[in-house]
């Protein structure tokens, strides 16, 4: 997705506050298998992590963020879309929204982890520009015993030479 892309239809972005982690711990308990808790949200906000989400017209969250500047990086540490509104092209407008605030940062590169599992996310990290760095044995709880995490990057200083070349 591009810079020039616009949000879908009817839906707005903006900082994710206080009042909004009961129904963001709530969307993420639905989505995901092993999801964050409350306290790990009212922790990252209170750290003074960037999070934001995005709300449909009736101004109920469909999708949310979470991420951390470490130094010139940014750590995607969360992404999560409503499983109702999956597949529509908000997750992919969360991380086009993640992408350049990385680049107001002029961060150099976004690293993130995803279940070995996951692919539809890794398909939606992989059509960002983002590549396998490594592989983090045992990283995050499964079923039966730990998954492995593929760590993604996307380099922003090489996305900007390719741009820039263009």
Known sequence: MSAQQKLP??????????TDLLEVAQIEKQATAFPWSLKHFEDCLKAGHQAWVMTDDEQNIVSFTVVQKVVDELH???????????????????????????????SVLIVLEV???NTKAQALYNKAGF?????????????????D???????LDLMSLFAASS
């Open 149 to 155: 995490a593929i760590l993604m990057g996307l380099d």
């Open 9 to 18: 239809e009817k839906i707005t972005l903006r900082e994710m506050i206080e």
């Open 131 to 147: 590549n396998e760095m490594s592989v983090r044995r045992d990283y995050y709880p499964a079923a039966q015993g730990r998954e």
């Open 115 to 117: 279940r070995r599992s």
């Open 76 to 106: 995607l540490l969360n992404l999560c879309v409503q499983r109702q509104q999956q597949g529509q092209g908000l997750g992919a407008a969360m991380l086009n929204h993640v992408i350049q605030h990385a680049k107001q940062l002029a």
